[in-house]
């Protein structure tokens, strides 16, 4: 089991490009969710999905995109990227909600971004 | 609105020091808490939530409902314990609300 994996890890963008976040994980967890982590700050909710081809937005969506078409799969897409996401962005997953007995979310290691 | 403050950037302790990480926390209803932990170079993973009431490398943490609090608490800090500590609470669209993380230094 890989677990949570995301690549790449480290990526430098021009203000204005677009990039893909990958995503996936092998233990077929119907929740999936990606956090941004900005210097000395919690993580904050940028989208999640409940299933294939179910996603919602969370706290900070604006600015990305996501989608879910199999249950592995999560990208999170930056269309016009901008120098505020710089960000350490994490995706995660887990099987249950509500349920805060089995409802462990499971992390990957994070895409270190930074946008000039 | 739900929120999760670590009042604490920085802690630091020697070696068999007692470690207490504060943690409070703002929700209406019945919260559902854990504590997360960081170690270098590794990715997040649970430590313990509250609702199993358990006892993880130590560590234990209880739910004050009359002071909002969820403090992480260990008798005896060993230097493998450094790392960053993140209380969370679960949102209602089944996501982590973090605070900002609390990092742990264990002196020997």
């Known amino acids: 089991n890989a677990g949570v994996t995301q690549t790449p890890k480290f990526r430098i963008l021009k203000i204005g490009q677009s990039m893909t976040l990958q995503c996936t994980q092998d233990m077929n967890h119907n929740y999936m969710y990606w956090y941004r982590q900005d210097p000395g700050m919690g993580l904050k909710l940028i989208y999640y999905s409940v299933g294939a081809g179910i996603t919602d937005k969370g706290e900070v969506p604006n600015g990305y995109n996501v989608s879910r078409s199999t249950t592995e799969d999560f990208p999170l897409r930056l269309e016009l990227a901008a120098p505020s996401q710089t960000s350490v962005y994490f995706c995660?997953?887990?099987?249950?909600?509500?349920?805060?007995?089995?409802?462990?979310?499971?992390f990957g290691p994070g895409t270190r971004l930074t946008v000039l | 609105a739900q929120r999760v403050t670590q009042p604490e950037k920085l802690l630091s302790v020697f070696k068999g020091a007692p470690v207490e990480l504060k943690c409070n926390y703002s929700?209406?209803?019945?919260?559902?808490l854990f504590w997360y932990v960081q170690y270098s170079r590794q990715r997040l993973q649970l430590l313990l939530r509250h609702i199993s009431r358990e006892s993880i490398k130590g560590f234990t943490a209880d739910l004050n409902k009359g002071e909002t609090s969820f403090h992480l608490k260990k008798p005896f800090a060993q230097e493998e314990d450094s790392a960053m500590y993140y209380c969370a609470l679960e949102g209602s669209q089944g996501n982590l609300i973090f605070g900002k993380g609390t990092k742990l230094s264990v002196k020997p």
């Open positions: 995660a997953s887990s099987y249950l909600k509500g349920v805060a007995a089995y409802n462990e979310q499971f």
């Open positions: 929700y209406s209803g019945s919260p559902e």
